[in-house]
């Protein structure tokens, strides 16, 4: 059976591009809406990635789209949670969301702790940053890396296959492009 990546689509213009990655990569996926997402889609995908979103946590009450991913606690299904996607993954874990300076250009990000996540990834990389958001660091997660403009730019799960960057990789030209590799690379598949 072919391994099936998922992709939330939380509302990002960005989402497609993960979409155009993965067929690069020659890679089985499908792309659902956070509106038509169901713990079926979360339980049965081999691989998870949460885009996005025009939503701001602060500004809206969170816990419906908590909710949503509440299932990726009981089940050990790697997981990517960019942007929005690594706010609610640190939320779901404790971490508290909060205003942060505007950021929506390139932005270097300084790595903290060494991490497979960045492979070959140079120290000091730049990546495309969108967001006015930022969500702190829970005892459950390592620091991976920050930026000027946020304390935690990347972490991963301690003990769970999360992992989370507040940058936009998927338009990130070759640096994003060799995160998310680099992120395939490091999930292990069901079996």
Known sequence: MEIQHLIVNCGSVKTKHFGEILTQENLNYSIVTIESLTEE?????????????????????????????????T??????????????????????????????SLETIKQTSPSPLFHAIPQNSVFEEDHCE?????????????????????MQHKTLNWWGVQFHPEVSEDYGTLLLQNWLNLCTTKG
């Not at 998870?48 to 809206?60: D, K, M, R, Y």
């Open 75 to 104: 089940i050990d299904t790697p997981v990517l949670g960019v942007c929005f996607g690594h706010q609610i993954l640190g939320m779901l874990e404790g971490g508290e969301i909060k205003r942060t300076t505007e950021a929506r």
């Open 41 to 73: 889609h979360l339980i049965n995908a081999d691989k998870i990635i949460i885009s996005g979103a025009p939503i701001l946590l602060t500004e809206v009450d969170s816990v419906p789209y908590l909710k949503k991913f509440e299932i990726l606690k």
């Open 134 to 154: 930022s969500v702190t660091l829970s005892d459950s997660f390592q620091l991976l890396a920050h930026s000027q403009s946020c304390e935690n730019e990347a």
